[in-house]
């Protein structure tokens, strides 16, 4: 009998793990979606870092983005939660064992609506973890309302505009003194990936809010690409939504300077790279800068905000260094005695 044909490995990292141990299930978003190239971003980061997948708790909400840690870090411990709660279940997560590395991935509806209180009071604490949120400015899985974060000026699918201000959840995260804040967009990857990188080494909370363009939901009249033109030109057996397939929106501009992008339906976003020489510590140039690109219709992207805060909430908490999930039932709980005279210095 002849001998069976070795597997045929891929290049490894500096733990020895190929990349097919850090992807997942196969994708089910429309094809073209920027959640895939985020998926693809973090892929390569936790390779490139040679993270043990062992040590990464993805968690997640409800929402197109809440579905993607089924899609990458197939051996990491993982939670899909209710929606706008995950950022309670990862604080709980990362304060039973600290040594895990806590993956957050939400969405702009699952963050910037039902799940504001939670977003709000976890920046304010400083979990220890890294928290993505795929930004779109609609609810996908909901046939495309506008979400929290759609720009003013936005239209629905069928041409309802939106009259709501945004929120910005980067605004946001600098008032609260977030001790990380960036922003990227999907498709530059190479910028997406630096700042995942850095977002894995940072103490604390680290938010990327990541521009991520809806395929399904962002067409508009006059395209024979819409949803309209199509219903309106072909003869059906049975009533079925079209998802057209797009290819992914990929780009690369150095820091410091603008570029245009155009997106799947036509419209334009103005993309600008913070200089090198930007210092992401200070809170008034920080939140003047996001000010001012949007008076000037321009995105930022990079680090944005990232003062000198050291302290997470599992030191404010003074937790032992034992993780708490390796202590012992006796170590956890307090005799009567101790009990008791808690009690009684209360009284």
């Given at each position: ?338 009990l008791q005279s808690i009690n009684d210095s209360m009284r």
């Amino acid at each position: 009998m002849s001998e069976p044909t070795p597997v045929k490995k891929g290049k490894e990292n500096r733990i020895g793990l190929d990349k097919g141990c850090y992807s997942g299930a196969a994708s089910t978003l429309c094809l073209g979606c920027g959640h895939d190239s985020i998926t693809a971003a973090i892929v390569q980061a936790y390779w490139d870092m040679g993270v043990n997948p062992y040590q990464v708790a993805k968690i997640s909400g409800i929402g197109c983005s809440s579905k993607t840690p089924a899609y990458f870090l197939r051996k990491s411990h993982g939670f899909n939660s209710v929606h706008g709660r995950m950022p309670s279940v990862a604080t709980g997560a990362g304060l039973v064992n600290k040594d895990l590395h806590i993956l957050g991935v939400s969405g702009d509806g699952d963050s910037a609506s039902i799940g504001m209180g939670q977003f709000v009071h976890l920046l304010r604490r400083n979990i220890n973890m890294t928290y993505i949120v795929e930004n779109n400015g609609t609810y996908g899985l909901t046939k495309g309302q506008f979400s929290a974060t759609a720009d003013v000026g936005s239209k629905l699918k069928g041409g309802q505009p939106n009259n709501l201000p945004p929120v910005d959840l980067c605004e946001l995260a600098i008032q609260l003194d977030c001790s990380f804040v960036a922003r990227g967009f999907a498709g530059d990857r190479k910028q997406l990936i630096t700042l995942l990188k850095a977002a894995h080494s940072h103490q604390g909370t680290a938010l990327i809010d990541v521009l991520s363009p809806c395929v399904t939901f962002n067409d508009h009249e006059g395209s024979t690409k819409s949803y309209n033109y199509i219903r309106d030109h072909y003869d059906p057996i049975a009533q079925a939504d079209f998802i057209p397939s797009y290819d992914p929106i990929e780009i690369e501009h150095p820091e410091g300077t603008s570029h245009t992008v155009t997106l799947h339906d036509g419209s334009k976003v103005l993309l600008t790279k913070i200089k090198e020489s930007y210092d992401p510590s200070r809170k008034a140039q920080a939140l003047s800068t996001l000010e001012r690109a949007k008076d000037e219709n321009k995105i930022v992207t990079g680090l944005v905000y990232a003062p000198h805060r050291n302290e997470d909430f599992a030191t404010l908490s003074n937790l032992v260094d034992t993780p708490l999930c390796h202590l012992s039932e006796s170590e956890l709980r307090p005799s009567q005695e101790v009990l008791q005279s808690i009690n009684d210095s209360m009284r």
